[in-house]
């Protein structure tokens, strides 16, 4: 024992954890494998403790198919639909996507590695940077986002199912409730089901979007470039990538949750290329389909009315059911219900978020945070049914923010003071507060930033002295400088405090 420690205390880096090796397997399932509960097997009875590698079984290409239905779908497809709301042309909208799309999908592919290699959940994993109270105070932040993200989800899917109905007869209430409780059944099963049905749902909903297009037709009646567009500007290109970057790395924040299972030999490079193209190709065309017609239609005399509605639903709906009647109608159902397709891993990650934060509740399986996700998702999502768009911008624009710093951290402790070892990480110290590290250089490095984010910002709500002549850097000044200060305060931080 003395031996191997005067091994590890010579390491260059001086890193505060080992290896997971067997000789903690027995301390391991100990702490992870608690029977308090009467099991059933089409349940998943977890909660946020790691996962051994014997429960690894899941084949290696459920991840990248996850990914694909929890992209391929109408929040996308309404968010790259933002393009109109900041002034820019079509071709400038197109290369602001590619370009943030290509670049802020690295952090959630390399991430979604993280989870199979090491058993842990995301949040859990940051405890190594944040420490264990640190990390309590992003579970919150990590908890908004997943339900705000549901509720956006709920409403479109509502209000989409409202536009088909004849004469808009049906509330988007009903629509709404249809939504949330078919997310709720999946999540409930755990994320077995949940792998299961996210590994087909992006295929009919592809089909659906590519029928869109087609009957959406092009020249002035359909998908064209305005003759007339807006003059694209510095400020409209930085704000418009700020929400393409958000909508990205958001997944940063959960991405190791939904590779837990997966059979920890896979490769992975073969893992991470596989999740980076399945971001790259179903965030980037469906964004940029967002902003084709979200550019074209209020030039369009047919499409006029519907895209001034709060949701794309009716739109959908003048496009499909107008061509090609019923079939059209059942074909704008299928996108309705693709919502459900990113409100699944919200919803499970959700229950992960919670219990990070407060660990009393870790007593309780993972499942029954569910009842409370639904609890909270459903009334908010009649309440603010009517706000779709303007909500959307926003905290779009603020999950930039958060997400990169929570990012640019994670990145700073993995790749460059860990160097991707990953065998630096003693998984058996996941819940010891007094052995994790402190987190006063995470917490540091995350609340710091906000002091120059903030002049940098350009919102519609505000917009700070700097943003007014560079327009919005608050992200990537969020991003740059939380890596940075973090490579400088962690060394200062285990130097003081071991």
């Known amino acids: 024992m003395d031996a191997s420690k005067k091994t590890f205390d010579e390491k260059p880096l001086d890193l505060e954890v080992q290896s997971f090796t067997p000789s903690t397997q027995e301390e391991y399932q100990a702490q992870t494998h608690s029977k308090r509960w009467p099991r059933l097997s089409f349940l998943e009875w977890t909660s946020i ?109 509502g209000q989409t199912l409202r536009a088909v109905s004849p004469h808009e007869s049906m509330s988007s209430v009903v629509g709404i409730v249809i939504i949330a409780l078919a997310s709720f059944a999946v999540c409930f099963f755990g994320i077995r089901v949940m792998h299961f049905v996210e590994g087909i749902l992006w295929f009919p909903t592809l089909i659906c979007f590519i029928l869109l297009t087609a009957l959406a037709g092009s020249g002035p009646d359909g998908l064209h470039i305005p003759q007339d567009g807006a003059a694209t500007t510095c400020s409209g290109v930085l704000a418009y990538g700020c929400i393409v970057a958000g909508f990205n790395l958001s997944w940063a924040t959960i991405a190791s949750d939904v590779s837990l299972y997966t059979t920890r030999t896979t490769s992975v490079k073969k893992m991470f290329v596989w999740v980076y193209i399945s971001f790259v190709l179903t965030i980037a065309p469906f964004f940029m389909l967002g902003a084709a017609f979200g550019i074209a239609a209020p030039h369009v005399p047919k499409w006029y009315d519907a895209s001034q509605e709060s ?26 219900l693709s919502a459900i397709g990113n409100i699944i891993p919200g919803i499970y990650s959700f229950g992960i978020a919670v219990q990070t934060s407060f660990p009393i509740l870790c007593r309780l399986p993972r499942f029954v945070m569910s009842f409370v996700a639904l609890a909270i998702i459903l009334p908010c999502s009649i309440v603010g049914r009517d ?5 959307l911008t926003d905290f779009s624009s603020i999950l930039a923010y958060w997400c990169g710093m929570f990012s640019g951290i994670t990145l700073a402790d993995v790749c460059v003071l860990r160097r991707f070892n990953l065998n630096t990480y003693d998984v058996s110290i996941w819940k010891n507060c007094s052995r994790l590290p402190p987190g006063i250089a995470g917490i540091a490095s995350f609340l710091i930033p906000i002091a120059l984010i903030v002049p940098c910002m350009d919102q519609t709500w505000y917009t700070g002295p700097l943003a007014e002549h560079s327009g919005d850097l608050g992200f990537e000044v969020g991003i740059v400088f939380s890596f940075t200060l973090y490579l400088i305060l962690r060394p200062l931080e285990k130097r003081i405090w071991h």
């Open 49 to 157: 403790e790691p996962v051994s590698p014997e429960e690894q079984k899941q084949p290696w290409y459920l991840i990248p198919l996850l990914w694909c239905s929890v992209n391929v779908n109408v929040l996308t497809f309404s968010t790259g639909m933002l393009a109109a709301f900041f002034d820019l042309s079509l071709p400038a909208s197109l290369y602001t996507i590619l370009g943030f799309t290509l670049v802020c999908a690295l952090v959630p592919a390399y991430f979604t590695t993280l989870g199979m290699r090491l058993g842990l959940r995301q949040l859990v994993h940051s405890r190594y940077a944040f420490g264990y109270v640190g990390t309590s105070a992003l579970g919150l932040l990590s908890a908004a986002t997943q339900l705000v993200y549901g509720i956006e989800n709920c409403i479109i899917g």
């Open 387 to 391: 706000k779709f768009y303007d909500t």
């Open 311 to 336: 949701s794309p639903g009716p739109l959908f709906n003048v496009i499909l059911a107008g061509r090609s009647g019923n079939f059209g109608k059942f074909v704008t159902v299928l996108l309705a």
